[in-house]
């Protein structure tokens, strides 16, 4: 069984940073691009971040330009999201996902893991 498990989120002020891991088992890690979700109780499941296989390529959605950063280490199995100039609207549970290749649509991605909150006070 495919394995995605995210780690590092908490309670933060505005202003604040963090720094999210997500670590794969049992996948061809290398051969995924992996993406950031996230997502608010009512609404729906937003794109973040997006970094291709070789980690070449990156993308991010408009709303996180500029503050956020996705990096990939494919000789630990894990891609990180990190979080600087945080903002009250950035609170949600963030989730990473692999794909076979780009989109901002969730039915691109093959697999998941369970999320982690992030909470942002004013």
């Known amino acids: 069984q495919v394995q995605l498990v995210e780690s590092g989120g908490g309670l933060v002020q505005a202003g604040d940073s963090l720094r999210l891991s997500c670590a794969a088992s049992?996948?061809?890690?290398?051969?995924?691009?992996m993406g950031w979700f996230r997502q608010v109780p009512g609404k729906e499941r937003d794109f973040v971040a997006y970094?291709?296989?070789?980690?070449?390529?990156?993308f991010y959605a408009d709303a996180v330009k500029g503050r956020f950063t996705i990096a990939r280490d494919n000789e630990k199995n894990t891609v990180y999201l990190q979080m600087d100039s945080l903002k009250p609207e950035d609170t949600a549970v963030y989730y990473c996902?692999?794909?076979?290749?780009?989109?901002?649509?969730?039915?691109?991605?093959?697999?998941w893991g369970q999320g982690t909150q992030v909470t942002v006070s004013s």
């Open positions: 996902a692999a794909a076979y290749r780009f989109g901002t649509d969730s039915r691109a991605y093959s697999f």
């Open positions: 049992r996948i061809s890690f290398s051969t995924y691009g």
């Open positions: 970094i291709s296989e070789t980690g070449r390529n990156t």
